[in-house]
């Protein structure tokens, strides 16, 4: 049953403060004039940590096993560490949960008496637990097969913190563990990179506040906040854990760091099951056994204790919200502006297709983020994880047509070839141009090395990007995202239009040339700004040289993408980018170049720094956590999002975009000739990067820009740097497919003016 808004404001109330270790610690006393307690069957023992004896408190789940003369001979055993932030509870107060907890199951429960914080700071605790798990799994009476790991809450951490440990140490291994809403991060501020700290963190009991209150208490230091015993989730290598079992609470800040860790256990290679329980706080396993979250979470770990053979190899709920920038993307996606870009690798021979499969099936190894489709929600899109795996072949269409198709749940990417050329298609909301980039350097690597390997090239590691599907979909926005009390805009002025005729049938033009970097770098020096900067200048010129004196009033002004990865640090694969918009006002054609150049190096000056970029990127993120946007339907949403990309068209007059320097290692650049990219777009695009001595552009437009090219082009020549077009080639069918569809556009065309004038219509 859903929380309903009187549940959600007495749950606010009581969400206050955060933790006085005494007051808590007597409000969990209550919990000991329990009056059921006569009923509990039940037996104290002891194991020693160093001088200290560690209590532990047995339940049996009937009266037959309690008057067993043997206490753990030939049971089926869970050894329960208890929840409470590492300093509230003791097992006294945990004896309802672990007496129904053996009832249920219908095995021993052995819960551990661990020393608590802030007396006791990491790893006191911890190493109490693993002391008692060291004698239980090691006691000849016992087998690792017949004992279960499992733990709540904080719990929850010891328990993964204790199995890192046994395999780390060696001594003993868990072969199961459960846990439960568990605690398995170290930073609960808004800068979390798990949103549920921010949807839950304030109105459902435990908050945020009283998170990072016993995060401090538990630790002993800022290092400790590091240790992945402290925080497992940290740990780099989760291979060779124990089968698991994770549950967690649709309203608890823990949420998706816990399931987020179950998809880590995934990835290393372990069983894991994940299961949310629905319309759950944080702390409903202490509720009655007639509750519906108790009952369900049960059934689920009494499957999970049945055996390994009724177990499936991953049952990870796997799917994700579009970030900010990508929300965009599904609802102005059109013919006209399809939003897929490609980014492609000239070898200098001709690529096999067999490998060249073999290759993109090795990347998604490492980049398994790419393996989604989008489905539509009741608020947004989201992407949701798939078992299709692509398929290699000839190019056969024209480049950067759609990958999305309302409805259709196919791949948002493609991998194509034809005769020296990989092409990589990807729809704009799978990922950005480092992300694409990353996935085409790591796609080319694996070919080249699974061609020739046999010829001695060896196999590298490109980049320190994460194979962590956790890390790759990590949002950049929503991490760095902060509230801002001022959002006024400057009302910005219309912008320059580019009206040129349109071809009718409005297919992609592409043009593209390289430049020698040395001949730039040294020009762009001469006028003391980057080469990025220069670029741009030659653009606006370019422009300008196409305008009549009437257009002169409007500025000229690009869109210019920027990477946000180099202001706010993440490993994220997602879009992570936002923009400037250099511009200048050309009045009367007397400008000089100079003047030009001076004024887009103030601009980029001035726009790039982080608090310019994080101002921008809280104003447009502040419109997705909108109280009334936020709920408003899908289908609402998607006309708005589109009548404010088309208005958002008339600021700027094109586009140009750095995707920056593409390194491969040295061995690997014998076999490649260059490395291009170029993007859909409803106005004239320039796109660029850099391989080795090159820059490589590639301009693109549905519309007549021949005269913007051309004006480039001899800019550059007038300012000492010489490029060179390039003959790229398209296989006939792409060339074919499209002149067909032309013709026959225009033959339906001339169809309708036959009809309308047979019908006596003047349609002048």
Request: charged residues 25%.
């Amino acid at each position: 049953m859903a929380i309903n808004i009187a549940t959600k404001a007495i749950l606010k109330i009581l969400s206050f403060g955060g933790i006085d270790v005494e007051v808590s610690r007597q409000l969990a006393d209550l919990k000991r004039l329990d009056p059921m307690k006569i009923f509990y069957k039940k037996m104290d023992l002891q194991v020693y940590n160093g001088d200290y004896e560690v209590p532990i408190r047995v339940f049996f789940p009937d009266e037959e096993s309690y008057l067993e003369k043997d206490q753990i001979k030939g049971r089926k055993i869970m050894l329960f560490l208890h929840g409470g932030g590492w300093a509230t509870e003791h097992v006294e107060n945990y004896e309802r949960v672990c007496s129904r907890m053996a009832q249920a199951t219908g095995q021993t429960v052995a819960a551990v008496e661990y020393r608590l914080a802030p007396e006791h700071k990491f790893p006191t605790g911890l190493m109490d637990c693993y002391a008692v798990a060291r004698a239980l799994y090691t006691h000849p009476d016992t087998k690792p097969e017949d004992i279960t790991l499992i733990g709540d809450s904080a719990g929850g951490n010891l328990a993964a913190a204790l199995s890192i440990m046994a395999r780390d140490r060696g001594e003993f291994m868990p072969k199961r563990q459960i846990l439960i809403y568990p605690a398995v991060n170290n930073d609960y501020s808004e800068k979390s990179l798990f949103s549920s700290v921010r949807e839950n963190g304030q109105d459902y009991l435990l908050t945020a506040g009283k998170l990072k209150d016993y995060i401090n208490l538990y630790a002993g230091s800022e290092e400790d906040k590091l240790n992945p015993y402290f925080a497992p989730i940290l740990e780099k290598d989760l291979s060779g854990q124990p089968d698991t079992l994770i549950l967690t609470s649709e309203f608890d800040p823990l949420r998706d760091e816990g399931e987020a860790y179950g998809r880590r256990l995934a990835e290393a290679g372990n069983r894991v099951e994940v299961h949310r329980i629905k319309d759950a706080l944080h702390g409903y396993f202490a509720l009655g056994i007639r509750s519906l979250h108790v009952q369900e979470s049960f059934e689920y770990i009494n499957h999970f204790l049945e055996g390994e053979e009724k177990m499936p190899q991953t049952n990870v709920k796997h799917w994700r919200r579009l970030d900010n920038a990508a929300k965009l993307f599904p609802a102005a996606s059109s013919k006209r502006d399809t939003r897929v870009f490609r980014f492609y690798c000239e070898l200098k021979e001709d690529i096999q297709q067999e490998i060249l499969q073999k290759a993109v099936d090795r990347t998604l190894e490492k980049y398994p983020i790419f393996l989604s489709v989008l489905r539509k929600g009741l608020f947004w899109h989201y992407l949701e994880q798939s078992n299709k795996r692509p398929v290699v072949r000839e190019e056969y269409k024209e480049p950067c047509s759609s990958l999305y198709i309302r409805d259709k749940r196919d791949l948002l990417f493609e991998v194509t070839y034809y005769k020296k050329r990989i092409n990589f298609e990807v729809f704009h909301v799978l990922t950005d141009g480092t992300g694409a980039s990353e996935f085409v350097r790591e796609l080319v690597k694996n070919y080249l090395y699974l061609a020739h390997h046999e010829d001695g090239l060896e196999n590298v590691v490109l980049s320190e990007y994460s194979e962590s599907l956790f890390d790759q979909e990590a949002d950049g926005f929503e991490r760095y995202y902060s509230h801002q009390a001022d959002r006024k805009k400057e009302k910005k002025p219309a912008a320059h239009q580019l009206r040129g005729n349109r071809r009718e049938l409005g297919s992609l033009q592409t043009t593209e040339a390289e430049i020698p970097v040395e001949e730039l770098r040294h020009q762009a020096k001469t006028y003391g700004v980057s080469m990025t900067v220069f670029l741009t200048a030659v653009y606006l010129c370019a422009i300008h040289r196409t305008m009549t004196r009437r257009q002169e009033s409007k500025p000229v002004v690009l869109m210019v993408p920027v990477n946000l990865r180099n202001f706010f640090p993440t490993n994220t694969m997602l879009n992570f980018f936002n923009w400037i918009e250099p511009g200048y006002h050309f009045q009367g054609g007397k400008e000089e170049f100079t003047d030009v150049v001076q004024k887009v190096n103030a601009c980029f000056k001035e726009e790039l720094t982080a608090e310019k970029m994080e101002k921008r990127m809280n104003d447009y993120f502040a419109l997705q956590v909108h109280p009334i946007l936020k709920f408003a339907p899908l289908e609402l949403k998607n006309v708005c999002i589109n009548i404010g990309a088309r208005t958002a068209e008339s600021d700027v007059t094109a586009i140009f975009s750095n995707m920056g320097i593409i390194r491969m290692p040295e061995s690997y650049e014998t076999y490649i000739r260059y490395f291009g990219v170029y993007t859909s777009t409803p106005k004239v695009e320039l796109c660029m990067c850099s391989f080795r001595d090159k820059i490589y552009l590639g301009f693109t437009s549905r519309y007549d820009c021949d005269a913007i090219k051309d004006n480039f082009f001899q800019i550059l020549k007038e300012q000492e740097v010489k490029p060179e077009i390039l003959e790229v080639e398209y296989p006939e069918s792409v060339m074919t497919e499209a002149k067909g569809m032309q013709i026959f556009k225009i033959f339906t065309f001339l169809c309708m003016i036959a009809i309308v004038a047979a019908l006596g219509v003047d349609y002048s």
